[in-house]
């Protein structure tokens, strides 16, 4: 299911939640400092585990890149935080996985491409909202048990980089909301434009 809205400004809170926590699999008594330590101490296969807070002066999700068939699991309500424009967050590679348990939620703004979900790669079950992020791409599978497990929440001033004709939508309500605040100053294209973009669902 896919949702088009569109708003005029929003605001942005951050609850209060713990500070930002990595680990591998069931052990939290070692925790890891950025995603990409993680990776290098885990193997194939492992989960990566979050939660809590992530501010700007954390640089834990700077061009992290989850792969070797890895899982990145939001364990509770997570929320990360930028102010670089030229920073990306999350690359999600091929073989690898996404999701959030617990009823929680993934919060990510303020990056150049808050989440890269590559090609052969998935995102499950979870409920991820993006705002405030120049791009977000979805090449992968967005594949989740039902429409209401699995939700991704959009807003942003375009679309121009959301996804190519790789995507595959199963399962997932995709929510996109267009705000007409250009967060970046070298965006030349129009609130919500769909230029670039495979728009077939």
Known sequence: ?????????????????????????????????????????????????????????????????????MTLEVKSDTTILNNDDDQNGITIASGSHIKTVNGSTLNMQGFKKALDLQTGAEMNDGHFVFKDNRHVTLDGNVKGTSRKSLVVDITAYNFIELHTKDLKLENATLKLTTSTIKTWDNSTTEPGDFSNCYRSF
């Not at 939640?17 to 400092?33: C, S």
């Not at 939660?51 to 070797?68: E, K």
């Open 1 to 69: 299911m896919l949702v088009i809205t569109s708003i005029s400004s929003f605001t942005y809170t951050v609850s209060a939640l713990d500070a930002g926590k990595i680990w591998l699999n069931d052990d939290d008594t070692v925790t890891y400092a950025t995603i990409n330590d993680a990776v290098a101490a885990g193997h194939t296969g492992d989960i990566i585990r979050i939660s809590g807070l992530f501010d700007t002066t954390n640089a834990a999700f700077r061009d992290a890149v989850v792969n070797n068939d």
